[in-house]
């Protein structure tokens, strides 16, 4: 199974709207509404803060926001802060117990 | 508070065996499937191993199979990640993870480093 694809890098402006892409295959994220996003602090474990394409775990800002088009689902990071500078994962569900996860894309705050 | 912290890492050589562990407390372990991701130096996030919540159903990674297993105990609240014939390439943190299903992984631990070199 082949990793997602992620850009390695992505930047704004503090305020301004970020959006980070996933691509995957039609038998991963165009087959299952089963995709989440990470986000890596340096040095921290990842944390979740997205699910099932757009859902926020209860904690995480309403800046943050998912969707999915074909197989390429995207994060969208609204109102950037200094704190959202970090690394993001992708994963996606891909039938019979298999998972793929993206390469990650670093986002700088500028 | 919600918490898992993992045990077990170190520097081994090649071909030699390590077993990890992962103390759960805060949630009710035994209803929830688990499972390990790794992150080798600089590099991204691969999904490692899961194990479902009475233990029946294990899933692997095709380049650890043969070679890991993912056991638990739920009455020590306990993940476990046994690894032999270790290679260069499993160089990476170790990070347990509660997984809520379809590999949504709402929960990690800080990791554990794992090095195997001569």
């Known amino acids: 199974q082949s990793a997602l694809t992620q850009p390695p890098s992505a930047s704004g402006s503090p305020g301004q709207s970020v959006t980070i892409s996933c691509t995957g295959t039609?038998?991963?994220?165009?087959?299952?509404?089963?995709v989440s996003w990470y986000q890596q602090h340096p040095g921290k474990a990842p944390k979740l803060m997205i699910y099932g394409v757009s859902k926020r775990p209860s904690g995480v800002p309403d800046r943050f926001s998912g969707s999915k088009s074909g197989n390429t689902a995207s994060l969208t990071v609204s109102g950037l802060q200094a704190e959202d500078e970090a690394d993001y994962y992708c994963n996606s569900f891909a039938g019979s117990n298999n998972v793929v996860f993206g390469g990650g894309t670093k986002l700088t705050v500028l | 508070e919600v918490q898992l912290v993992e045990s077990g890492g170190g520097l081994v050589q090649p071909g030699g065996s390590l077993r990890l562990s992962c103390a759960a407390s805060g949630f009710t372990f035994s209803n929830y499937w688990m499972g390990w991701v790794r992150q080798a130096p600089g590099k991204g996030l691969e999904w490692v191993a899961n194990?479902?919540?009475?233990?029946?159903?294990?899933n692997y990674v095709d380049s650890v199979k043969g070679r890991f297993t993912i056991s638990r105990d739920n009455a020590k609240k306990s993940l476990y990640l046994q690894m032999n014939s270790l290679r260069a390439e499993d160089t990476a943190v170790y990070y347990c993870?509660?997984?809520?299903?379809?590999?949504?992984?709402?929960?990690w631990g800080q990791g554990t480093m794992v090095t195997v070199s001569s």
């Open positions: 993870a509660r997984d809520l299903g379809w590999y949504v992984l709402d929960i």
């Open positions: 039609s038998s991963d994220v165009g087959a299952y509404n089963y």
């Open positions: 194990i479902k919540e009475d233990g029946t159903e294990k």
